[in-house]
Nanobody, 115 residues
Framework: QVQLVESGGGLVQAGGSLRLSCAASTNILDINAMTWYRQAPGKERELVANILKSGMSHVSDSVKGRFTIAKDNAKNTVYLQMNSLKPEDTAVYYC?????????WGQGTQVTVSS
């Protein structure tokens, strides 16, 4: 089973930036898609961005123009670059990998944006 480890969360002021990392325990070229979700307190988990094995990517409308997703195949790592952060971006961010008809979640990393 693929294991995922997220890192890079923290406390940042509004307007600041953070880069989240999601390191996979296997060759990410064997993973069909890797995604970032987030869950704010009292809210449902929502999809933020995803990137396919091919490199094709998509970000949700709520973060478009501020967040980008990218991957480094050599490091088996997917990144979420978050710029112009807003207090409403405060959430636990989770990485998820889809492969072989199943999926794996990471443990999550907290992002807190102060106003």
């Amino acid at each position: 089973q693929v294991q995922l480890v997220e890192s890079g969360g923290g406390l940042v002021q509004a307007g600041g930036s953070l880069r989240l990392s999601c390191a996979a325990s296997t060759n990410i070229l064997d993973i069909n898609a890797m995604t970032w979700y987030r869950q704010a307190p009292g809210k449902e988990r929502e999809l933020v961005a995803n990137i396919l094995k091919s490199g094709m990517s998509h970000v949700s409308d709520s973060v478009k123009g501020r967040f980008t997703i990218a991957k480094d195949n050599a490091k088996n790592t997917v990144y979420l670059q978050m710029n112009s952060l807003k207090p409403e971006d405060t959430a636990v961010y989770y990485c998820r990998a889809f492969y072989s008809g199943t999926s794996t979640w990471g443990q999550g990393t907290q992002v807190t944006v102060s106003s």
